[in-house]
C-alpha cells in the first residue's frame, strides 16, 4: 500500500547546479530515492547516448533486462526499436535514449522466479519528471520521440494520446514552466513493446517504422 501522504520528487536529488552534464545527472540519478519505485528495482536505469545527440528518444521505464543490465532498451523491445530506427534511416549514433520513469516497476509472479512489469502510476511519473527535464536541457535535441503513452503523459500530461497524435511534429510544451514552447519538436508513436504484443506485428511494426520516418525526414 502507498502512504497517500508520502509525497514523491525527485527534485531533492538532482544536482543542486542548473546546467548540469549528463555525467553529473546520471551519478546523482543513481542514488535517487524519490519515490518507492527504488526499494525493489536493483538499480537506477539512466538514460545513455551522446551529449550532443540530434534526437531523444524517451520509453517508458527499464525493463527487466534493462534493470539487470543498467541500461536502457537493451531487452526485447530494445530490439524491436534498433531494428524500426534502422528500417527509418535513423542512425543510433545519432539517438539519446532514455525513459520517463529511471526505476523498473515489477511484480513477483505468483509461481516462480519471473518479474512481471507494472505500469507506472501518475504519481510515480511526476516524481521522475524532473530527471527528464534536467535530461532534456543538458542534451537539447533538435527531437524528441515519445514511445507510446507513458512517455507522452509525461511531457503532455495526462490528457495525451497517442493513437490521436502519433506520427506528426508537435510543440514541445515548455519544461517546468521554464523557457518557451518550441515549434515542430516532438514526435510521439507507439511503443516498441506494442509490436511484440500485437497479433498483427507486421502492421503494427510498419506504423512504428512510418511514425520514425517522420523524424528522418525532419533531421535531414
Ligand atoms: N521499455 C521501455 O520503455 N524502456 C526500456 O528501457 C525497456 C523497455
Redesign the pocket.
Known sequence: MTDPAESYDATPFLPGRAGASLTALRRAAADCRGCPLHRDATQT?FGAGRADARVMLV?????DQ?DRQGH??V?P??HVLDRALAEAGIDPDLAYVT?AVKHFKFEQAARGKRRIHKAPDLRELTACRPWLAAELRAVDPELIVL??ATAGKALFGSSFRVTRQRGVLLPCPPLDGEGEERADRVVATI?P?AVLRADDRESVYAGLVSDLRVVAAALD
Open positions: 536505469v520509453g517508458e521505464q527499464p525493463g534493462e536502457p532498451f531487452g523491445a530494445g525513459n514511445l507510446g511503443h513493446s
